[in-house]
C-alpha cells in the first residue's frame, strides 16, 4: 500500500508570511510571490464603478541592500460577485539563497491612501516540493480567488500548481467526477470549468502521486484572515493576543519595542503550534479569524473596534456560544444577554447598562 501524506502534513520548505496575505514559493532561484487582498477592503471613490490598485514590493537582502523593485497595476470593477473573495497578484524574481525583507505597498491611485507592510523570509538550499494548489477564476477579464466553488459562476476556472519533486500523475475529484492527468510538468494549469457544475457543491480534492507515495491535498481558496495583518497594526495584534497568552507570554510580548514585535508575534505563533512541522498553524488560524468576527459582530462605534469589547474578548476565547438567551425588553433591569458553553460548563452575562447597545460582563470572575 503506497503512502498517504497530506498537505498539512508536509514540511516544506514554503513560507506563509505573517500577514497571510503574501505567500512565496521557491523553485530553483526563482520565487514565486502572491499577494492576494480582501476585494471587501477595496474603496470606491464616490460615483464610480470601478478603482484603480498597484501593488509594488520592494526586496532588500540580509544587507538591506535593495535587490529588486516589483510592481503592477490592476482596475477593480465593483460587482457583488467579488464580494468575500480575494484579488491575487503574480510577481516572480531570480533570489539566490539569504534572507530577505519585502516591503510592500498597496495604493489606491484614485483616492491616494496607501498601506505599507514589511515581511521577512529565507531562501534555503531546497525547493518547495509542493506549492499550494491555487484556484484562479476570471470573469468579465478580471482573475479573483474565490472563497467557495459552491454555485460558481465564472467565464474561467484554472488550476495553478507548481512542484519540484518527480510526479507521476494527480487524480482531481470533483463531486462525483474524477480526472486523471499524467505526463506532469510543472507548473501544471488546468481548466477545471468543465467539471464544475452550476447549483452544485463542486468539493474539489486533489491527490499527486509520487512512486508508491501519494500526496492528498485541497484547493487554495480566499479566506478573510489572509489580510489579517492589513487590517491590524503589530500593537493591535499583541493586545489581541493578551486573550489567549499566559502570564509570562504576556509579560514579555507588552515590553516590547515595536522593532522586535513582528518577530517575537510569529515566535508566539510558533511555540503555540498544535501542529509544529507543518505549513499550517490551525490555532492562528481559529484566532485570526475570531478576531474578524468579532470585528463584525460587536462593533457598536467606529472607536470601539468589537475585538476590545467584553463580548468581543470572550468570543476570541471561547469562540461561538452553544446557546444565547436575551431580554433585550427586560422590566426593571438593564437590557442583557447569556452566552451558554455546556462543555466548558461557563456562562457569561452581558447588560447593556449605558442604554446604547455595548454590553459589558457583569461575572467577569467566571471568565478566569
Not at 135 to 153: F, Q, V
Not at 178 to 194: A, E, G, H, M, Y
Amino acid at each position: 500500500m503506497g503512502k498517504i501524506i497530506s498537505l498539512f502534513l508536509l514540511l516544506l520548505p514554503f513560507c506563509l508570511l505573517s500577514a497571510q496575505e503574501l505567500f512565496y514559493e521557491h523553485y530553483a532561484n526563482e520565487v514565486a510571490m502572491w499577494v492576494v487582498f480582501p476585494y471587501n477592503s477595496i474603496n470606491f471613490k464616490k460615483g464610480s464603478d470601478a478603482a484603480l490598485y498597484q501593488v509594488s514590493l520592494q526586496i532588500s537582502d540580509a544587507k538591506k541592500k535593495q535587490v529588486a523593485t516589483l510592481e503592477k497595476s490592476q482596475i477593480i470593477p465593483k460587482r457583488d460577485w467579488l464580494s468575500d473573495c480575494g484579488l491575487p497578484m503574480r510577481f516572480q524574481q531570480e533570489l539566490p539563497q539569504g534572507s530577505y525583507n519585502i516591503i510592500l505597498q498597496i495604493k489606491n491611485k484614485a483616492m491616494g491612501d496607501k498601506r505599507n507592510y514589511s515581511r521577512q523570509f529565507t531562501i534555503g538550499s531546497s525547493s518547495t516540493e509542493i506549492g499550494l494548489s491555487w484556484i484562479i477564476a476570471k470573469r468579465e477579464g478580471l482573475e479573483y480567488l474565490p472563497h467557495t466553488l459552491s454555485e460558481l459562476i465564472a467565464d474561467e476556472v484554472k488550476l495553478y500548481q507548481s512542484y519540484s519533486i518527480p510526479l507521476d500523475s494527480l487524480k482531481i475529484t470533483i463531486d462525483n467526477q474524477v480526472l486523471t492527468v499524467k505526463n506532469l510538468q510543472s507548473p501544471i494549469v488546468l481548466d477545471l470549468l468543465p467539471y464544475l457544475q452550476t447549483n452544485a457543491q463542486n468539493l474539489m480534492n486533489l491527490i499527486f502521486y509520487e512512486n508508491n507515495i501519494y500526496y492528498n491535498m485541497e484547493p487554495f481558496l480566499f479566506s478573510p484572515w489572509y489580510a489579517y495583518s492589513l487590517r491590524y497594526s503589530l500593537e493591535d495584534q499583541i493586545r489581541q493576543i493578551r486573550y489567549i497568552a499566559n502570564q509570562n507570554e504576556w509579560k514579555y510580548l507588552r515590553q516590547l519595542p515595536k522593532e522586535k514585535q513582528a518577530e517575537a508575534i510569529e515566535a508566539f505563533w510558533k511555540t503555540n503550534d498544535p501542529s509544529p512541522g507543518t505549513i499550517r498553524n490551525e490555532l492562528r488560524e481559529k484566532f485570526y479569524q475570531r478576531v474578524l468576527t468579532a470585528d463584525e459582530q460587536f462593533t457598536v462605534h467606529k472607536k470601539i473596534a468589537g475585538w476590545t469589547t467584553d463580548q468581543g474578548r470572550i468570543y476570541i476565547k471561547y469562540g461561538e456560544p452553544d446557546d444565547i438567551y436575551s431580554e433585550v425588553y427586560a422590566l426593571d433591569k438593564y437590557p442583557y444577554i447569556i452566552w451558554y458553553y455546556y462543555d466548558k460548563n461557563l456562562e457569561f452575562i452581558f447588560a447593556d447598562i449605558t442604554g446604547y447597545g455595548q454590553y459589558t460582563l457583569r461575572n467577569k470572575d467566571e471568565e478566569y
